[in-house]
């Protein structure tokens, strides 16, 4: 069979093509479970932080559970709120920032002697046609206003995931007879629950303390809409690399629109970017480390194709998916070899003691 690598190969690439297509057509179903997926996993985190805490050990699980999930329930629903009404705030305001604009164009002018109107209008019409400052900025929260739209279905999601956790391990063992197979995928399970919870878990600690920091700067500048600021630069925190440039992008550029002043939006800028390098180079470095063992190429590749399968959801759960798939290829021999090449560092994870089952 000197044809059969061949064949395989022709096979493997038809099946990430059809994977791919599925990927693109059911976005609008995938995105929630994915997202309901992952977020069990910071609930069951905080659950388990919970019930080490001296005045909650002894209260029952489902309790905490419960609690959980009522908390994250209200946190989604005030970011779908906070969207929202700030989607609405910029549509009425956006008007006024297209005027700032033209009159810092205006004092730039005047200043220094040049016609920066008929400059700035060759340059629109060179890259982007005409600028329409609100239609610019509607199309960019666009993105977040489709997760807003799937809050409902991933709150339900990470319920019935939360309720059914506890059988999941005996539901593996009644669908493979072959106790081997049934162990490895446990180990497989559990090796994902430790390393995609830990990772998440310290991510949303690093990203609410970011947050948190960016939305006492944005207050001191006055910036407009601080605290929804705040929640992008968090949840785009999320996305390595990029996702900081864009999260510092959007309140600067905005707050140029608002004053028309660059001393006021370089001030601002320079704040929010050392914010974001302290954090990024000093804080998470410690916290996280090398934790998820992905290369950097690979992450960057990561985030190129979820982002132009699901936009920016897509770019938001790139490392832990991408990681998932790692750790499946990593735990069989015949595909061992792919999840070396995607790896940073050469190591060999331990998949022959299962922690913890359940999924996830």
């Known amino acids: 069979m000197k044809d059969a690598p061949l064949l395989n190969l022709v096979l493997s690439l038809i099946l990430v093509l059809v994977v791919g297509y599925f990927l693109v057509v059911g976005r609008s179903i995938l995105v929630p479970i994915v997202t309901s997926v992952i977020s069990v996993y910071l609930m069951v985190s905080a659950t388990d ?128 007879t072959d106790g081997e197979t049934a162990e490895r995928t446990k180990t497989i399970v559990a090796h994902i629950n430790r390393q995609i919870g ?63 002043s660059l001393w006021h939006t370089a001030g601002l800028a320079a704040f929010l970017i050392t914010a974001q390098v302290t954090v990024g180079n000093w804080l998470e470095p410690r916290m996280i480390g090398r934790q998820m063992n992905l290369s950097p190429f690979v992450v960057l590749v990561a985030l190129s194709v ?17 990681a998932m798939i790692t750790i499946v290829l990593g735990a069989f021999a015949s595909t061992r070899f792919v999840a070396v090449l995607l790896a940073d560092r050469i190591d060999t994870p331990d998949l022959t003691e299962p922690h913890d089952t359940r999924l996830p």
């Open 198 to 260: 830990e990772y998440l878990t310290v991510k949303t600690l690093i990203n609410i303390i970011l947050g948190a920091i960016c939305l006492v700067i944005l207050l001191v500048f006055g910036a407009d809409f601080a605290f929804f600021w705040a929640i992008v630069i968090a949840l785009l925190n999320y996305i390595p690399y990029v996702g900081s440039l864009l999260a510092v992008a959007f309140p600067v550029a905005l707050s140029l629109a608002q004053t028309g």
């Open 49 to 176: 932080a919970l019930k080490g805490l001296p005045l909650l050990r002894h209260m029952p699980t489902p309790v905490l559970r419960i609690c959980v999930l009522t908390v994250f329930a209200a946190v989604v629903y005030v970011f779908a709120v906070v969207v929202a009404a700030t989607v609405r705030d910029i549509a009425a305001v956006a008007p006024i920032y297209q005027q700032n604009i033209e009159d810092l164009l205006g004092r730039v002018e005047t200043r220094f002697d040049v016609d920066t109107r008929e400059i700035f209008t060759d340059a629109v019409a060179v890259t982007f046609g005409q600028l329409n400052l609100r239609a610019t900025i509607l199309s960019v929260l666009g993105s977040f206003t489709i997760v807003g739209m799937s809050i409902f279905l991933i709150v339900v999601y990470a319920g019935f995931l939360m309720a059914e956790r506890e059988g999941f391990a005996a539901k593996i063992s009644a669908a493979f």
């Open 306 to 322: 979820w982002s132009a399968l699901w936009g920016v959801p897509g770019a938001i759960l790139a490392v832990p998916m991408t």
